[in-house]
Protein backbone atom coordinates (compact mmCIF):
# COMPACT_ATOMS: atom_id res chain seq x y z
CA UNK A 1 0.00 0.00 0.00
CA UNK A 2 2.68 2.59 0.70
CA UNK A 3 4.51 1.66 -2.35
CA UNK A 4 1.50 2.09 -4.04
CA UNK A 5 0.45 5.11 -2.45
CA UNK A 6 4.15 6.57 -3.31
CA UNK A 7 3.72 6.31 -6.78
CA UNK A 8 0.67 7.95 -7.20
CA UNK A 9 1.94 10.82 -5.52
CA UNK A 10 5.39 10.39 -7.79
CA UNK A 11 3.04 10.50 -11.03
CA UNK A 12 1.01 13.35 -9.91
CA UNK A 13 3.96 15.52 -9.52
CA UNK A 14 5.07 14.25 -12.26
CA UNK A 15 2.10 15.44 -14.29
CA UNK A 16 1.79 19.04 -12.40
CA UNK A 17 5.46 20.07 -13.88
CA UNK A 18 4.63 18.68 -16.99
CA UNK A 19 1.66 21.15 -16.92
CA UNK A 20 3.67 23.63 -14.97
CA UNK A 21 6.30 23.92 -18.40
CA UNK A 22 3.23 24.04 -21.05
CA UNK A 23 1.67 26.66 -18.97
CA UNK A 24 4.63 28.78 -18.49
CA UNK A 25 5.71 28.92 -22.04
CA UNK A 26 1.84 29.87 -22.61
CA UNK A 27 2.17 32.42 -20.17
CA UNK A 28 4.86 34.18 -21.86
CA UNK A 29 2.66 34.52 -25.03
CA UNK A 30 -0.29 35.59 -22.71
CA UNK A 31 -1.77 37.30 -20.15
CA UNK A 32 -2.45 41.15 -21.29
CA UNK A 33 -5.06 41.82 -18.77
CA UNK A 34 -7.83 44.66 -19.58
CA UNK A 35 -10.26 46.32 -17.21
CA UNK A 36 -13.48 47.31 -17.88
CA UNK A 37 -17.19 48.83 -16.46
CA UNK A 38 -20.60 47.68 -16.46
CA UNK A 39 -22.69 50.28 -19.10
CA UNK A 40 -25.95 48.54 -19.18
CA UNK A 41 -27.82 45.75 -18.64
CA UNK A 42 -30.43 43.91 -20.46
CA UNK A 43 -32.55 41.46 -19.92
CA UNK A 44 -30.50 39.16 -22.91
CA UNK A 45 -27.05 40.75 -22.54
CA UNK A 46 -24.79 42.50 -20.40
CA UNK A 47 -22.39 45.79 -22.23
CA UNK A 48 -18.69 46.80 -20.88
CA UNK A 49 -17.22 49.48 -21.93
CA UNK A 50 -13.19 49.26 -22.24
CA UNK A 51 -10.49 51.74 -23.41
CA UNK A 52 -9.98 49.80 -26.96
CA UNK A 53 -11.66 46.12 -27.62
CA UNK A 54 -7.89 45.12 -29.82
CA UNK A 55 -7.88 41.48 -29.07
CA UNK A 56 -10.90 40.49 -27.55
CA UNK A 57 -13.33 37.92 -29.89
CA UNK A 58 -16.41 36.46 -29.97
CA UNK A 59 -16.39 33.59 -27.84
CA UNK A 60 -13.74 34.84 -25.54
CA UNK A 61 -14.98 34.84 -21.57
CA UNK A 62 -14.81 38.08 -19.08
CA UNK A 63 -14.46 37.59 -15.45
CA UNK A 64 -14.34 39.65 -12.19
CA UNK A 65 -12.00 38.85 -9.18
CA UNK A 66 -13.19 37.76 -6.17
CA UNK A 67 -10.95 36.12 -2.93
CA UNK A 68 -8.31 36.62 -5.60
CA UNK A 69 -10.23 33.91 -7.74
CA UNK A 70 -11.09 34.87 -11.03
CA UNK A 71 -14.87 33.65 -11.41
CA UNK A 72 -16.17 33.91 -15.47
CA UNK A 73 -19.05 36.09 -15.75
CA UNK A 74 -20.16 37.18 -19.62
CA UNK A 75 -19.29 35.63 -22.40
CA UNK A 76 -18.84 37.80 -25.64
CA UNK A 77 -21.37 38.24 -28.43
CA UNK A 78 -20.92 41.72 -30.11
CA UNK A 79 -18.00 43.61 -30.36
CA UNK A 80 -17.87 47.47 -31.08
CA UNK A 81 -14.36 49.53 -31.26
CA UNK A 82 -15.02 50.42 -27.51
CA UNK A 83 -17.60 48.42 -26.00
CA UNK A 84 -18.52 44.25 -26.46
CA UNK A 85 -21.63 42.96 -24.96
CA UNK A 86 -22.81 39.08 -24.09
CA UNK A 87 -24.68 36.86 -22.08
CA UNK A 88 -24.36 36.00 -18.27
CA UNK A 89 -22.46 32.92 -17.36
CA UNK A 90 -22.38 32.79 -14.21
CA UNK A 91 -24.38 34.08 -10.66
CA UNK A 92 -23.20 36.59 -9.42
CA UNK A 93 -24.72 39.41 -9.17
CA UNK A 94 -22.99 42.44 -11.53
CA UNK A 95 -23.40 46.14 -10.60
CA UNK A 96 -21.77 49.34 -12.74
CA UNK A 97 -18.85 49.54 -10.54
CA UNK A 98 -17.91 46.20 -10.99
CA UNK A 99 -14.20 45.82 -12.53
CA UNK A 100 -14.60 43.53 -15.71
CA UNK A 101 -11.09 41.76 -16.86
CA UNK A 102 -10.63 40.61 -20.17
CA UNK A 103 -7.21 38.62 -21.56
CA UNK A 104 -5.80 39.22 -24.75
CA UNK A 105 -2.89 38.02 -26.98
CA UNK A 106 -0.12 40.12 -26.29
CA UNK A 107 2.75 38.85 -27.93
CA UNK A 108 5.28 40.41 -29.82
CA UNK A 109 4.83 38.35 -32.66
CA UNK A 110 0.79 39.11 -32.75
CA UNK A 111 1.76 42.81 -32.14
CA UNK A 112 0.04 45.01 -35.12
CA UNK A 113 -2.24 42.20 -35.60
CA UNK A 114 -4.75 42.66 -33.39
CA UNK A 115 -8.69 41.91 -34.81
CA UNK A 116 -10.10 45.02 -35.73
CA UNK A 117 -13.83 45.87 -35.96
CA UNK A 118 -16.48 48.32 -37.20
CA UNK A 119 -17.02 50.84 -34.45
CA UNK A 120 -20.49 50.44 -34.30
CA UNK A 121 -21.35 52.32 -31.39
CA UNK A 122 -23.40 51.28 -27.71
CA UNK A 123 -26.66 52.24 -29.28
CA UNK A 124 -26.25 50.41 -32.23
CA UNK A 125 -25.74 47.35 -30.12
CA UNK A 126 -28.78 47.76 -28.21
CA UNK A 127 -30.92 48.42 -31.74
CA UNK A 128 -29.62 44.66 -31.87
CA UNK A 129 -30.57 43.82 -28.56
CA UNK A 130 -34.40 44.84 -29.19
CA UNK A 131 -34.74 43.32 -31.90
CA UNK A 132 -33.79 40.40 -30.87
CA UNK A 133 -30.37 39.82 -33.00
CA UNK A 134 -28.38 37.19 -31.14
CA UNK A 135 -24.67 37.53 -32.74
CA UNK A 136 -22.93 39.37 -35.08
CA UNK A 137 -18.88 38.02 -36.35
CA UNK A 138 -16.00 40.33 -36.33
CA UNK A 139 -15.76 42.46 -39.49
CA UNK A 140 -18.99 41.93 -40.16
CA UNK A 141 -21.36 44.77 -41.07
CA UNK A 142 -24.78 45.35 -39.07
CA UNK A 143 -27.13 47.18 -41.41
CA UNK A 144 -30.02 48.76 -39.42
CA UNK A 145 -32.91 48.14 -42.02
CA UNK A 146 -36.27 48.23 -40.15
CA UNK A 147 -37.45 46.15 -43.20
CA UNK A 148 -35.07 43.49 -43.48
CA UNK A 149 -35.00 40.93 -40.50
CA UNK A 150 -31.52 39.96 -39.38
CA UNK A 151 -30.99 36.66 -39.57
CA UNK A 152 -28.42 35.51 -36.93
CA UNK A 153 -25.15 32.81 -37.31
CA UNK A 154 -25.74 29.29 -35.98
CA UNK A 155 -24.48 29.15 -32.30
CA UNK A 156 -22.61 26.30 -30.71
CA UNK A 157 -22.06 25.86 -26.67
CA UNK A 158 -20.43 22.57 -25.33
CA UNK A 159 -18.52 21.48 -22.37
CA UNK A 160 -16.77 17.65 -22.12
CA UNK A 161 -15.08 16.52 -19.09
CA UNK A 162 -13.50 13.73 -17.57
CA UNK A 163 -12.94 13.50 -13.87
CA UNK A 164 -10.69 10.64 -11.86
CA UNK A 165 -11.70 9.62 -8.62
CA UNK A 166 -9.72 7.39 -6.78
CA UNK A 167 -9.77 6.42 -3.05
CA UNK A 168 -7.17 4.57 -1.07
CA UNK A 169 -7.38 2.98 2.57
CA UNK A 170 -4.71 1.10 4.58
CA UNK A 171 -6.28 -1.37 5.39
CA UNK A 172 -6.22 -3.30 2.17
CA UNK A 173 -6.45 -2.89 -1.37
CA UNK A 174 -9.92 -4.48 -1.35
CA UNK A 175 -11.48 -1.52 -0.13
CA UNK A 176 -9.33 0.57 -2.70
CA UNK A 177 -12.02 2.28 -5.50
CA UNK A 178 -10.88 4.07 -8.82
CA UNK A 179 -14.13 5.77 -10.29
CA UNK A 180 -14.41 7.75 -13.61
CA UNK A 181 -16.75 9.88 -14.88
CA UNK A 182 -17.25 11.44 -18.35
CA UNK A 183 -19.47 14.39 -18.44
CA UNK A 184 -21.20 16.03 -22.35
CA UNK A 185 -22.83 18.89 -22.59
CA UNK A 186 -24.09 20.83 -26.08
CA UNK A 187 -26.57 23.55 -26.98
CA UNK A 188 -26.60 24.00 -30.81
CA UNK A 189 -29.15 26.73 -32.25
CA UNK A 190 -30.09 26.53 -35.56
CA UNK A 191 -29.87 23.26 -35.80
CA UNK A 192 -30.25 21.70 -39.57
CA UNK A 193 -33.01 24.87 -39.93
CA UNK A 194 -33.03 27.86 -38.15
CA UNK A 195 -36.46 27.07 -36.37
CA UNK A 196 -34.59 24.25 -35.26
CA UNK A 197 -32.35 23.95 -31.70
CA UNK A 198 -31.01 20.84 -30.03
CA UNK A 199 -29.85 20.34 -26.72
CA UNK A 200 -28.18 17.28 -24.99
CA UNK A 201 -26.59 16.69 -21.29
CA UNK A 202 -25.02 12.93 -20.28
CA UNK A 203 -23.69 11.43 -18.01
CA UNK A 204 -21.36 8.35 -18.04
CA UNK A 205 -19.90 6.91 -14.81
CA UNK A 206 -18.50 3.82 -13.42
CA UNK A 207 -15.87 1.91 -11.07
CA UNK A 208 -13.21 0.16 -13.06
CA UNK A 209 -13.48 -2.65 -11.25
CA UNK A 210 -16.96 -3.17 -11.88
CA UNK A 211 -16.62 -2.94 -15.30
CA UNK A 212 -18.56 -5.92 -16.32
CA UNK A 213 -22.00 -4.59 -15.06
CA UNK A 214 -21.67 -1.76 -17.66
CA UNK A 215 -21.82 -4.35 -19.96
CA UNK A 216 -24.65 -5.81 -18.72
CA UNK A 217 -27.01 -3.19 -17.82
CA UNK A 218 -25.56 0.37 -19.60
CA UNK A 219 -28.73 2.20 -18.36
CA UNK A 220 -26.73 2.30 -14.74
CA UNK A 221 -24.12 4.46 -15.79
CA UNK A 222 -25.52 6.26 -18.48
CA UNK A 223 -27.55 8.78 -17.00
CA UNK A 224 -29.08 11.38 -20.27
CA UNK A 225 -30.31 14.07 -18.22
CA UNK A 226 -31.01 16.11 -21.61
CA UNK A 227 -31.94 15.02 -24.61
CA UNK A 228 -33.90 17.66 -27.01
CA UNK A 229 -35.60 18.78 -29.91
CA UNK A 230 -36.97 22.00 -30.01
CA UNK A 231 -39.15 23.86 -32.21
CA UNK A 232 -40.42 27.35 -33.04
CA UNK A 233 -42.73 27.69 -35.73
CA UNK A 234 -43.29 31.66 -34.82
CA UNK A 235 -41.83 33.87 -31.55
CA UNK A 236 -44.52 32.64 -29.47
CA UNK A 237 -44.38 29.21 -30.31
CA UNK A 238 -42.32 26.52 -28.96
CA UNK A 239 -42.53 22.34 -29.10
CA UNK A 240 -39.94 20.12 -27.23
CA UNK A 241 -39.30 16.70 -28.33
CA UNK A 242 -37.51 14.02 -26.42
CA UNK A 243 -35.97 14.26 -22.76
CA UNK A 244 -36.89 17.75 -21.68
CA UNK A 245 -36.78 19.63 -18.05
CA UNK A 246 -39.08 22.36 -18.49
CA UNK A 247 -38.20 25.23 -16.18
CA UNK A 248 -41.58 26.26 -15.46
CA UNK A 249 -42.95 23.06 -14.25
CA UNK A 250 -39.48 21.99 -12.68
CA UNK A 251 -40.63 20.09 -10.05
CA UNK A 252 -41.76 17.23 -12.07
CA UNK A 253 -38.41 16.93 -13.48
CA UNK A 254 -37.34 15.94 -17.07
CA UNK A 255 -40.36 14.11 -19.31
CA UNK A 256 -39.84 11.95 -22.13
CA UNK A 257 -42.06 12.89 -24.82
CA UNK A 258 -43.44 15.71 -26.77
CA UNK A 259 -44.35 19.23 -24.53
CA UNK A 260 -46.18 22.61 -26.30
CA UNK A 261 -46.27 26.03 -25.20
CA UNK A 262 -47.73 28.92 -26.60
CA UNK A 263 -47.41 32.58 -25.30
CA UNK A 264 -50.57 34.54 -25.49
CA UNK A 265 -49.50 37.97 -24.63
CA UNK A 266 -48.35 37.86 -20.41
CA UNK A 267 -49.69 34.55 -20.59
CA UNK A 268 -48.02 31.31 -21.29
CA UNK A 269 -49.70 27.83 -21.90
CA UNK A 270 -48.39 24.73 -21.85
CA UNK A 271 -49.27 21.12 -22.18
CA UNK A 272 -46.82 17.77 -22.03
CA UNK A 273 -47.86 13.78 -23.06
CA UNK A 274 -44.94 11.33 -22.45
CA UNK A 275 -43.10 9.48 -19.81
CA UNK A 276 -41.46 9.92 -16.41
CA UNK A 277 -37.71 8.20 -16.62
CA UNK A 278 -37.38 4.78 -14.83
CA UNK A 279 -37.29 4.95 -11.11
CA UNK A 280 -34.84 2.76 -10.66
CA UNK A 281 -31.72 3.81 -13.31
CA UNK A 282 -33.04 6.77 -14.67
CA UNK A 283 -34.01 5.02 -18.58
CA UNK A 284 -37.06 5.67 -20.80
CA UNK A 285 -40.13 3.55 -19.16
CA UNK A 286 -42.72 4.12 -21.69
CA UNK A 287 -44.87 2.29 -18.41
CA UNK A 288 -44.52 5.28 -16.62
CA UNK A 289 -46.92 7.46 -18.76
CA UNK A 290 -47.73 10.90 -17.55
CA UNK A 291 -49.64 14.15 -19.05
CA UNK A 292 -50.52 17.31 -17.74
CA UNK A 293 -50.30 20.95 -18.32
CA UNK A 294 -49.89 24.38 -16.86
CA UNK A 295 -50.96 28.01 -16.95
CA UNK A 296 -48.18 30.97 -16.75
CA UNK A 297 -47.84 34.52 -16.09
CA UNK A 298 -45.30 36.85 -16.89
CA UNK A 299 -45.15 40.46 -15.77
CA UNK A 300 -41.95 42.56 -16.63
CA UNK A 301 -41.46 46.21 -16.73
CA UNK A 302 -38.92 48.83 -14.94
CA UNK A 303 -36.34 45.96 -14.28
CA UNK A 304 -39.04 44.23 -12.15
CA UNK A 305 -40.64 40.87 -12.86
CA UNK A 306 -43.86 38.79 -11.33
CA UNK A 307 -44.28 35.06 -12.35
CA UNK A 308 -47.09 32.54 -11.13
CA UNK A 309 -46.99 29.03 -12.78
CA UNK A 310 -50.02 26.96 -12.05
CA UNK A 311 -49.97 23.27 -13.31
CA UNK A 312 -51.77 20.01 -12.81
CA UNK A 313 -50.40 16.40 -14.02
CA UNK A 314 -51.43 12.92 -13.82
CA UNK A 315 -48.81 10.10 -13.71
CA UNK A 316 -49.30 6.43 -14.15
CA UNK A 317 -47.55 2.55 -14.30
CA UNK A 318 -49.33 0.59 -16.71
CA UNK A 319 -52.10 2.88 -17.17
CA UNK A 320 -52.81 2.77 -13.26
CA UNK A 321 -52.62 6.12 -11.11
CA UNK A 322 -49.88 6.48 -9.92
CA UNK A 323 -49.89 10.14 -8.50
CA UNK A 324 -51.65 13.11 -9.30
CA UNK A 325 -51.49 16.35 -8.26
CA UNK A 326 -51.27 20.07 -8.59
CA UNK A 327 -47.99 22.69 -8.80
CA UNK A 328 -47.99 26.23 -7.77
CA UNK A 329 -44.88 28.47 -8.41
CA UNK A 330 -44.43 32.04 -7.61
CA UNK A 331 -41.33 34.40 -8.06
CA UNK A 332 -40.95 37.76 -7.92
CA UNK A 333 -38.19 40.78 -7.56
CA UNK A 334 -40.85 43.60 -6.61
CA UNK A 335 -38.98 44.57 -3.98
CA UNK A 336 -35.58 46.55 -4.94
CA UNK A 337 -32.92 44.47 -4.46
CA UNK A 338 -35.06 41.57 -3.24
CA UNK A 339 -35.90 37.78 -4.94
CA UNK A 340 -39.06 36.06 -3.66
CA UNK A 341 -40.23 32.51 -4.33
CA UNK A 342 -42.43 30.05 -3.52
CA UNK A 343 -43.60 26.86 -4.72
CA UNK A 344 -46.01 23.80 -3.28
CA UNK A 345 -47.08 20.63 -4.60
CA UNK A 346 -50.77 19.03 -3.58
CA UNK A 347 -51.47 15.83 -4.10
CA UNK A 348 -55.10 14.85 -5.03
CA UNK A 349 -55.11 11.13 -5.46
CA UNK A 350 -54.81 8.71 -2.71
CA UNK A 351 -55.80 4.66 -2.13
CA UNK A 352 -57.62 3.13 0.89
CA UNK A 353 -57.96 -0.53 1.39
CA UNK A 354 -57.02 -0.66 -2.53
CA UNK A 355 -59.23 1.75 -3.61
CA UNK A 356 -58.52 5.11 -5.40
CA UNK A 357 -59.89 8.46 -4.04
CA UNK A 358 -59.97 11.99 -4.37
CA UNK A 359 -57.71 13.38 -1.87
CA UNK A 360 -56.27 17.09 -1.03
CA UNK A 361 -53.23 16.99 1.17
CA UNK A 362 -50.32 19.06 1.33
CA UNK A 363 -47.55 17.26 0.06
CA UNK A 364 -44.45 19.82 0.19
CA UNK A 365 -44.06 23.68 0.51
CA UNK A 366 -40.82 25.95 -0.22
CA UNK A 367 -40.32 29.04 0.20
CA UNK A 368 -36.53 31.43 -0.22
CA UNK A 369 -36.06 35.26 -0.07
CA UNK A 370 -33.10 36.45 -1.04
CA UNK A 371 -32.01 40.42 0.32
CA UNK A 372 -28.72 41.74 -1.86
CA UNK A 373 -29.09 45.54 -1.04
CA UNK A 374 -25.21 45.94 -2.33
CA UNK A 375 -22.06 44.10 -2.32
CA UNK A 376 -21.72 44.88 1.07
CA UNK A 377 -24.16 42.84 2.42
CA UNK A 378 -26.55 39.88 1.30
CA UNK A 379 -29.46 37.83 3.06
CA UNK A 380 -30.89 34.24 2.16
CA UNK A 381 -33.61 32.63 4.20
CA UNK A 382 -35.27 29.51 3.34
CA UNK A 383 -38.45 27.55 4.68
CA UNK A 384 -38.90 24.01 3.38
CA UNK A 385 -41.70 21.19 4.36
CA UNK A 386 -42.62 18.16 2.84
CA UNK A 387 -43.57 14.50 2.76
CA UNK A 388 -42.19 11.31 0.72
CA UNK A 389 -44.08 11.07 -2.27
CA UNK A 390 -46.30 8.09 -2.82
CA UNK A 391 -46.51 6.64 -5.92
CA UNK A 392 -49.43 4.04 -5.18
CA UNK A 393 -48.75 1.49 -8.18
CA UNK A 394 -44.83 2.33 -7.86
CA UNK A 395 -44.53 1.50 -4.09
CA UNK A 396 -48.07 -1.02 -3.77
CA UNK A 397 -45.76 -2.89 -1.90
CA UNK A 398 -44.35 -0.45 0.21
CA UNK A 399 -47.76 1.19 1.07
CA UNK A 400 -48.04 0.41 4.79
CA UNK A 401 -44.14 1.77 5.60
CA UNK A 402 -45.31 4.89 3.89
CA UNK A 403 -48.14 5.79 5.50
CA UNK A 404 -46.54 6.82 8.20
CA UNK A 405 -45.28 9.78 6.26
CA UNK A 406 -44.57 12.74 8.85
CA UNK A 407 -44.44 16.49 7.37
CA UNK A 408 -40.60 16.97 7.52
CA UNK A 409 -40.46 20.82 7.80
CA UNK A 410 -36.78 22.86 7.77
CA UNK A 411 -35.78 26.67 8.05
CA UNK A 412 -32.28 28.01 7.30
CA UNK A 413 -30.82 31.46 7.10
CA UNK A 414 -27.27 32.57 5.48
CA UNK A 415 -25.80 35.91 5.23
CA UNK A 416 -22.57 37.32 3.72
CA UNK A 417 -21.43 40.61 5.06
CA UNK A 418 -18.22 42.82 3.46
CA UNK A 419 -17.41 45.12 5.82
CA UNK A 420 -13.93 46.25 4.03
CA UNK A 421 -12.86 45.74 0.56
CA UNK A 422 -10.92 42.75 1.32
CA UNK A 423 -12.80 40.95 4.00
CA UNK A 424 -15.49 38.98 3.95
CA UNK A 425 -17.58 36.96 6.65
CA UNK A 426 -20.35 34.87 6.57
CA UNK A 427 -22.72 33.02 9.03
CA UNK A 428 -25.53 30.30 8.61
CA UNK A 429 -27.79 28.66 10.76
CA UNK A 430 -30.18 25.67 10.00
CA UNK A 431 -32.88 23.91 12.00
CA UNK A 432 -35.21 20.82 11.01
CA UNK A 433 -37.32 18.53 12.66
CA UNK A 434 -40.61 16.32 12.19
CA UNK A 435 -42.91 14.82 14.45
CA UNK A 436 -42.01 11.88 16.60
CA UNK A 437 -38.35 13.05 16.56
CA UNK A 438 -36.36 12.71 20.13
CA UNK A 439 -34.73 16.38 19.23
CA UNK A 440 -34.67 18.74 16.21
CA UNK A 441 -31.66 18.61 14.00
CA UNK A 442 -29.67 21.97 14.29
CA UNK A 443 -26.59 23.68 12.89
CA UNK A 444 -25.00 26.71 12.63
CA UNK A 445 -21.18 28.08 11.71
CA UNK A 446 -19.47 30.57 9.25
CA UNK A 447 -16.87 31.34 7.72
CA UNK A 448 -14.19 34.40 7.73
CA UNK A 449 -11.54 35.11 4.90
CA UNK A 450 -9.55 38.11 3.51
CA UNK A 451 -8.83 38.26 0.14
CA UNK A 452 -5.01 39.21 -1.17
CA UNK A 453 -3.38 39.31 2.17
CA UNK A 454 -0.50 41.58 2.20
CA UNK A 455 1.58 38.67 2.92
CA UNK A 456 2.64 37.15 -0.40
CA UNK A 457 -0.97 37.77 -1.44
CA UNK A 458 -2.20 34.99 -0.01
CA UNK A 459 -6.05 34.62 0.74
CA UNK A 460 -6.62 32.79 4.16
CA UNK A 461 -10.14 31.61 5.54
CA UNK A 462 -11.29 29.90 8.51
CA UNK A 463 -14.73 28.23 8.86
CA UNK A 464 -16.23 26.55 11.73
CA UNK A 465 -19.99 24.41 11.68
CA UNK A 466 -21.64 22.78 14.30
CA UNK A 467 -24.32 19.77 14.05
CA UNK A 468 -26.55 18.96 16.88
CA UNK A 469 -29.42 16.11 16.52
CA UNK A 470 -30.87 13.25 17.74
CA UNK A 471 -27.93 10.70 16.93
CA UNK A 472 -25.42 13.00 16.64
CA UNK A 473 -23.08 16.04 18.07
CA UNK A 474 -20.25 17.31 16.22
CA UNK A 475 -18.05 19.89 14.96
CA UNK A 476 -16.08 20.67 12.11
CA UNK A 477 -13.28 23.40 12.31
CA UNK A 478 -10.68 24.25 9.78
CA UNK A 479 -8.56 26.90 7.76
CA UNK A 480 -7.21 26.79 3.76
CA UNK A 481 -4.63 29.32 2.55
CA UNK A 482 -5.37 30.48 -1.14
CA UNK A 483 -2.48 32.10 -3.20
CA UNK A 484 -2.97 33.02 -7.07
CA UNK A 485 -0.42 32.52 -9.43
CA UNK A 486 -0.27 34.37 -12.37
CA UNK A 487 -3.29 34.18 -14.70
CA UNK A 488 -3.51 30.71 -15.16
CA UNK A 489 -2.72 28.73 -11.62
CA UNK A 490 -4.52 28.98 -8.33
CA UNK A 491 -3.20 26.81 -5.80
CA UNK A 492 -4.89 26.31 -2.36
CA UNK A 493 -3.57 23.75 1.31
CA UNK A 494 -6.01 23.45 3.53
CA UNK A 495 -6.66 21.53 7.23
CA UNK A 496 -9.76 20.39 9.01
CA UNK A 497 -10.38 18.86 12.24
CA UNK A 498 -13.61 16.93 12.75
CA UNK A 499 -15.12 15.31 15.72
CA UNK A 500 -18.52 13.40 16.04
CA UNK A 501 -20.29 11.96 19.11
CA UNK A 502 -22.74 9.28 18.72
CA UNK A 503 -25.28 9.80 21.60
CA UNK A 504 -26.67 6.05 21.04
CA UNK A 505 -23.29 4.70 22.30
CA UNK A 506 -20.87 7.66 23.03
CA UNK A 507 -18.99 6.46 20.18
CA UNK A 508 -16.36 9.32 18.83
CA UNK A 509 -14.63 9.73 15.52
CA UNK A 510 -12.31 12.37 15.53
CA UNK A 511 -10.82 12.89 11.82
CA UNK A 512 -7.52 15.06 10.88
CA UNK A 513 -8.51 16.14 7.40
CA UNK A 514 -5.55 17.65 4.85
CA UNK A 515 -6.62 19.14 1.40
CA UNK A 516 -4.64 20.20 -1.66
CA UNK A 517 -5.84 22.05 -4.48
CA UNK A 518 -4.68 23.31 -7.82
CA UNK A 519 -6.67 24.79 -10.72
CA UNK A 520 -4.81 25.82 -13.89
CA UNK A 521 -5.81 27.33 -17.13
CA UNK A 522 -3.86 25.27 -19.53
CA UNK A 523 -4.88 26.87 -22.89
CA UNK A 524 -7.87 29.02 -23.54
CA UNK A 525 -11.10 27.11 -23.02
CA UNK A 526 -8.80 23.83 -21.54
CA UNK A 527 -8.63 23.88 -17.64
CA UNK A 528 -7.30 20.95 -15.38
CA UNK A 529 -7.98 20.47 -11.68
CA UNK A 530 -6.17 18.45 -9.12
CA UNK A 531 -7.74 17.69 -6.01
CA UNK A 532 -5.91 15.68 -3.10
CA UNK A 533 -7.65 15.10 0.57
CA UNK A 534 -5.99 12.86 3.32
CA UNK A 535 -8.61 11.41 6.61
CA UNK A 536 -6.26 10.49 9.03
CA UNK A 537 -7.73 8.44 12.29
CA UNK A 538 -6.21 7.09 15.25
CA UNK A 539 -5.69 3.40 13.08
CA UNK A 540 -7.00 4.19 9.53
CA UNK A 541 -5.96 6.49 7.02
CA UNK A 542 -7.93 7.55 3.94
CA UNK A 543 -6.73 9.39 0.93
CA UNK A 544 -8.88 10.65 -1.87
CA UNK A 545 -7.25 12.19 -5.72
CA UNK A 546 -9.86 13.72 -8.05
CA UNK A 547 -8.65 14.66 -11.53
CA UNK A 548 -10.67 16.81 -13.94
CA UNK A 549 -10.31 17.84 -17.02
CA UNK A 550 -12.62 20.25 -19.30
CA UNK A 551 -12.97 21.93 -22.18
CA UNK A 552 -15.19 24.31 -23.23
CA UNK A 553 -16.48 25.34 -26.70
Known amino acids: MKNRNKYILQLIILIVLLLSQILFSQIKKTNIEKHGTISFQSSQNIYVNFSNTDGIKPNDTLYVKEKNKLIPVIR ?6 ASCAGESIGLQNLNKKEDIIAFVDGTEENKGNEIKVRPFAIDTLAFMEQNNISEVQNNSKVEIDN ?12 RFSVQSISSLENSGSAYDVQRWRYSFYLNKNEFIDSKLSFSNYMVFAYTANEWSDVKTNLNKNLKIYDLTLSYNPDDKTTFWLGRHLNNKIGNIGASDGLQIERQLGSFYAGFIIGSRPDYNDYSYNIKLFQYGGYIAKIDKGNGTYVENVLGAFQQTNNMKTDRRFLYFQHSNNLITNTNFFFSTEIDLYKKDKNIGKTDFNLTSLYMSLRVAPGRAFSFTTTYDARRNVIYYET ?23 RPFNKLFLGLNAGYRFKSGDISPSKNYGGYLSYSSSPIWGLTPSISFTKIISSYVDGTDF ?16 GYRKLTYKF ?29 YEGVFENSNTFSRFFIDLTTRF
Request: glycine residues 4%; without cysteine; aromatic residues 10%.
Open 76 to 81: VKYISA
Open 503 to 531: TSNNAKIEQDIFTTDLSILLIKNLSLSIN
Open 395 to 417: YKFLIDTLFQNELRQGLRFSTNI
Open 147 to 158: NKKYVPDNNLKG
Open 478 to 493: GGKLNKYLYNNIDLSL
